[in-house]
């Protein structure tokens, strides 16, 4: 157990649905980072949260967003979702910014 | 874009010998630079990270290299075990967050490390 809880951990879902998925890092960890890994793109950093703002962001799709909420908790909002949204998410943490992530276990998303 | 690749999709070994993973890297102002591993149905699992003012860190079993002039960062695994069948990923962060701000790892595609009995 890494100490990073994302939930769930197995998703199947409808093209055009909308998914939240959630994380919950490491106990004091502030930093919160969301990676999408499919087959052909490998690990793709999505976007980053510290202590509730907002830091960087990757390859996100506009029709996904994210949040980080007072207790440090993220969810990563994936909409209208396409086939090729199906992928491995993983959230990681750390308690300095770019330092010795942990990630968790991830989510499994498949659309049919 | 700036990238971080992998030489190899898959390295065999046989149990017991030491293990060097590689992994070439394009962008010059990456100053931060980690090593994880990923078994299967598991999130990465964080081994060893070098800075860039750093050509050698050594972990338990595991030693990084970097050389810089030639952008190379390799993995090296003694004794490798049974346990360490995974895949293994090189990932780079051009960010020094000595003075805030931040970023994504940009990973490479990963080595498939084969241990053979």
């Known amino acids: 157990d890494s100490g990073v809880t994302q939930t769930p951990k197995h998703l199947i879902t409808a093209t055009g649905q909308r998914v939240t998925l959630r994380c919950s890092p490491r106990?004091?960890?502030?930093?919160v980072y969301w990676y999408q890994q499919s087959l052909d793109q490998g690990l793709q950093f999505l976007i980053q949260y510290y202590n509730g703002e907002e830091r960087a962001k990757g390859n996100i799709l506009e029709r996904f967003s994210a949040q980080q909420f007072p207790d440090l908790h993220s969810e990563l909002n994936l909409s209208s979702l396409e086939l090729g949204d199906s992928a491995l998410y993983f959230c990681?943490?750390?308690?300095?910014?770019?330092?010795?992530?942990?990630f968790g276990s991830g989510t499994r998303l498949t659309v049919v | 874009g700036e990238s971080v690749g992998l030489h190899l999709p898959t390295l065999s070994v046989q149990e017991g010998d030491n293990s060097i993973i590689n992994c070439a890297y394009s962008?010059?102002?990456?100053?931060?630079f980690i090593w994880y591993k990923q078994e299967s149905g598991k999130g990465p699992q964080f081994i060893i990270d070098?800075?860039?003012?750093?050509d050698k860190r050594q972990g338990q079993r595991v030693t990084v290299l970097l050389n810089k002039t030639v952008k190379h960062l390799s993995l090296q695994i003694a004794a490798t075990q049974p346990g360490d069948s995974a895949v293994y990923f090189c990932?780079?962060?051009?960010?020094?967050?000595?003075?805030?701000?931040?970023?994504?790892?940009?990973f490479g595609k990963g080595t498939h490390l084969i241990i053979q009995p």
């Open positions: 106990s004091g960890d502030l930093s």
């Open positions: 962008n010059s102002a990456s100053d931060y």
């Open positions: 070098i800075r860039s003012n750093m």
């Open positions: 990932a780079e962060n051009p960010q020094d967050y000595s003075g805030g701000g931040a970023d994504g790892l940009t």
């Open positions: 990681a943490s750390s308690v300095v910014e770019g330092r010795g992530y942990t």
